[in-house]
């Protein structure tokens, strides 16, 4: 099974979650309030997605909520 493309645009208080399946098609967006439950809104992805965060000022927090993170 090929991985899901997860992009997050990241922002104070809420952030923008976009998903595209491995064909290119653009699926549901979603807006997240920020909490320590967050990342779990890319759990639909399923195993192993590919995610990029908008660079930020908040690049810390989001390397900090990746659990498998590369750098």
Excluded: Q
Excluded at 17 to 27: A, K, Q, Y
């Amino acid at each position: 099974m090929e991985p899901e493309y997860v992009g997050i645009d990241l922002h104070r208080r809420r952030s923008v979650i976009v998903r595209m399946s491995p064909d290119g098609e653009l699926l549901p967006r979603e807006k997240i309030d920020n909490s320590a439950m967050a990342p779990a809104a890319i759990a639909p992805a399923g195993p192993n997605p590919k995610v990029v965060v908008e660079a930020t000022y908040g690049w810390v927090l989001g390397g900090r909520c990746s659990p498998g993170r590369r750098r």
